[in-house]
């Protein structure tokens, strides 16, 4: 069993910027990739990111690419976003969740209850 809790969401002007941290109780977090999703109201969630569990490779959605990044420290049980450029589009509630897999399409077992970030103009 895996618990995550995103922090870190809040308040922010467009060009701004924001870290978001997923963190995980457990042993195994070490064993799991993390990925990074958002839903705005009225929309479909969205993927941003994705982590796998070696940090050997990383992915992100179209949208994100180049402003958001992702990291992780298995020490710390946590995996983080840091958010640059933010711009209203980006606002959303954001979700981590932890993955057997090594690519973005594989399964998510667990997920945070999401940390809610405002971008405004």
């Known amino acids: 069993q895996v618990q995550l809790v995103e922090s870190g969401g809040g308040l922010v002007q467009a060009g701004g910027s924001l870290r978001l941290s997923c963190a995980a109780s457990?042993?195994?977090?070490?064993?799991?990739?993390m990925g990074w999703f958002r839903q705005a109201p009225g929309k479909e969630r969205e993927f941003v990111s994705f982590?796998?569990?070696?940090?050997?490779?990383?992915y992100y959605g179209d949208s994100v690419k180049g402003r958001f990044t992702v990291s992780r420290d298995n020490a710390k049980n946590t995996a983080y976003l840091q958010m640059n450029e933010l711009q209203p589009e980006d606002t959303a509630v954001y979700y981590c969740?932890?993955?057997?897999?090594?690519?973005?399409?594989?399964?998510?077992?667990?997920w945070g209850q999401g940390t809610q970030v405002t971008v405004s103009s």
């Open positions: 969740a932890a993955s057997r897999g090594v690519v973005p399409g594989n399964g998510y077992a667990y």
């Open positions: 457990g042993r195994t977090f070490s064993s799991y990739s």
């Open positions: 982590i796998s569990w070696s940090r050997s490779s990383s």
